[in-house]
């Protein structure tokens, strides 16, 4: 069993487009998280959740949308999709130990 | 605020000989550090954490790190590399208080030559 899946594992889309990726970790984890890896491999956080409490919101553009249904699920939501967008987002669940568990992210492309 | 440094962008050894990758952390009081590895296509895998007590740490894959105050460093070591760790090598550190935030370096490329 996956311990955190992320889908689309790939997804290719175009400027001014709106598209989601989801997560969901069934490692009964109270903390997710969004990274953002960019073409040189440098992460960087974007969102922490901590029981379906938005707990670090790192000056990401408002057209990133975080939702968390439940603690197992968040879900990124981008709006308007840019250029510089593109990037491999990975999910991430902790028990708030810096210990993360990460998912093998999600490829997104914009054209 | 807190912030890492791995000064080596890539690191090539032979399979069977040692290895020492480098990070160098900034933060005023004791840090929870971590090592991170990331292969090809693939997420994070946590190797090995300090949060306090003995400064050499021991983690999976036969890893090891030593945290030094001294020196601001948590390198990774491991004494006989395998063709399999070809891999991206990652340093973090958790920010302030809290162990939500963790702040990473920029990645080491380690390349094993056969």
């Known amino acids: 069993d996956t311990a955190v899946s992320q889908t689309p594992k790939y997804l290719v889309t175009q400027m001014g487009n709106d598209k989601s990726i989801k997560c969901e970790q069934n490692?009964?984890?109270?903390?997710m998280y969004w990274y953002k890896q960019d073409s040189k491999k440098f992460l960087k956080i974007m969102f922490s959740y901590n029981n379906k409490e938005l707990i670090i919101n790192e000056t990401v553009p408002n057209r990133f949308s975080p939702k968390s249904p439940d603690k197992a699920h968040l879900n990124l939501h981008i709006n308007s999709l840019e250029l510089g967008d593109s990037a491999v987002y990975f999910c991430?669940?902790?028990?708030?130990?810096?210990?993360?568990?990460f998912g093998e992210g999600s490829r997104l492309t914009v054209l | 605020a807190q912030s890492v440094t791995q000064p080596d962008i890539h690191i090539t050894v032979s399979e069977g000989a040692s290895l020492e990758l480098r990070c160098n952390y900034s933060?005023?009081?004791?840090?929870?550090l971590f090592w991170y590895v990331q292969s090809p296509g693939q997420g994070l895998q946590l190797l090995l954490k300090y949060f306090s007590g003995d400064t050499l740490v021991q983690g999976i894959k036969g890893f090891e790190a030593e945290f030094k105050r001294s020196q601001s460093s948590f390198n990774l070591r491991k004494p006989s590399v395998h063709w399999s760790d070809a891999a991206e090598y990652f340093c973090?550190?958790?920010?302030?208080?809290?162990?939500?935030?963790?702040?990473f370096g920029s990645g080491t490329r380690l390349l094993v030559r056969p």
């Open positions: 933060y005023g009081a004791t840090p929870y």
């Open positions: 973090a550190v958790a920010e302030g208080d809290s162990s939500y935030k963790l702040i």
């Open positions: 490692l009964g984890h109270d903390t």
């Open positions: 991430a669940s902790s028990y708030n130990t810096g210990e993360l568990f």
